[in-house]
């Protein structure tokens, strides 16, 4: 079990980039996959990208492929959301979350289930 802390949201202009942050407590970090996802208002929560334990295996969205970037580093127990050429349709609040992994090359899919969540940060983007 890991504690989640989320800092990097905030307002940008459309065609700005934002970088967020997850900050892990706990010395089991690399036995977890990370996701992130994220909930506009009135919309269900959606996946945005995952990373396996290693940091090697990613996947994404379809919506966000070749815009954002999903990493981890696992000495410093922190996953980052690199964002791009962000749109004002990305505009949501975006939360980390870890799953527990048995393989290091495993990247949990869309649908799969995570055991901690962070407490989510607002990112917003204006036309």
């Known amino acids: 079990q890991v504690q989640l802390v989320q800092s990097g949201g905030g307002l940008v202009q459309a065609g700005g980039s934002l970088r967020l942050s997850c900050a892990a407590s706990?010395?089991?970090?690399?036995?977890?996959?990370m996701g992130w996802f994220r909930q506009a208002p009135g919309k269900e929560r959606e996946f945005v990208a995952a990373?396996?334990?290693?940091?090697?295996?990613?996947n994404y969205a379809d919506s966000v492929k070749g815009r954002f970037s999903i990493s981890r580093d696992n000495a410093k127990t922190t996953v980052y959301l690199q964002m791009n050429s962000l749109k004002p349709e990305d505009t949501a609040v975006y939360y980390c979350?870890?799953?527990?992994?048995?393989?290091?090359?495993?990247?949990?899919?869309?649908?799969?289930?995570?055991?901690?969540w962070g407490q989510g940060t607002q990112v917003t983007v204006s036309s």
């Open positions: 979350a870890a799953r527990y992994a048995y393989y290091s090359s495993y990247v949990p899919h869309p649908g799969a289930s995570y055991d901690d």
């Open positions: 706990g010395r089991t970090f690399s036995n977890y996959a």
């Open positions: 990373v396996s334990r290693s940091g090697g295996d990613t």
